[in-house]
């Protein structure tokens, strides 16, 4: 007579089931984590362009006028007091201080241009997004 015995091996397909659907769930995770972190410098941009139109305004209701665009955007908002307040909630790596002319950054560490010309209401911030280079469609501009 046979004896029955259970046999509890694994068989090669079913290591190679298993390890399909770990990579999947893996590429799943980091499929996800790639669109949340995407969204999170997008918001912290959002974030900037808001305070950065708040210390804005204050300027212009200090000196009533807008500052001119130059690379040292940072030190004019900084002499007014009022702008002072609003430009230290911008997180300190967001901004950085080179050769005494601070330069503020978006989400994806790009430096945030500061664009006006006589006769607009109000000045526009723009971030080259996500690839880093200035006047391709990904680019995100304080107007709407």
């Not at 002499?79 to 950054?105: G, H, S, T, V, W």
Request: overall charge negative.
């Amino acid at each position: 007579m046979k004896s029955c015995e259970n046999k509890t091996a694994v068989t090669l397909i079913e290591m190679l089931i298993v390890l399909a659907v770990i990579m999947l769930l893996a590429t799943l995770a980091l499929g996800i984590a790639g669109v949340l972190h995407r969204q999170s410098n997008e918001r912290l941009t959002q974030w900037t362009f808001k305070l950065l139109d708040e210390a804005l305004e204050q300027y212009y209701d200090y000196k009533g006028y807008f500052p001119p665009p130059t690379e040292s955007l940072y030190n004019e908002l900084y002499n007014i007091p009022e702008c002072q307040k609003i430009l230290m909630q911008i997180k300190e790596n967001d901004r950085e201080d080179k050769a005494k002319q601070p330069l503020i950054f978006d989400g994806w560490g790009s430096v945030i241009d500061y664009r006006y010309k006589t006769g607009w209401a109000f000045p526009e911030l723009v971030s080259p997004g996500p690839d880093k280079t200035p006047g391709t469609a990904d680019d995100m501009s304080s107007k709407r």
